[in-house]
């Protein structure tokens, strides 16, 4: 969803603790003239984040038993 990893590594996404939450600024870009824009900034929860990450776990490993039970069938 934020691809985090990839814009931090060009340096395009920092987080940063704001009180309990955290803020997740990345950079955003005119996509008809490239300048750079007001970022976008998102205040993050770590419960939600790990609730979210819980969830998608979940359903990656019944994807991997649907590819699984797939190419038993194939």
Request: proline share 1%; charged share 40%.
């Amino acid at each position: 969803m934020y691809h985090y990893k990839a814009k931090k590594k060009k340096k395009l996404a920092k987080l940063e603790k704001d009180g309990k939450a955290f803020l997740l600024t990345v950079a955003r870009f005119d996509t008809n003239t490239g300048e750079k824009i007001d970022p976008l900034e998102i205040r993050l929860e770590e419960d939600n984040i790990n609730q979210r990450k819980a969830m998608l776990e979940e359903e990656a490993t019944d994807l991997g038993d649907i590819l699984k039970d797939m190419e038993s069938l194939a």
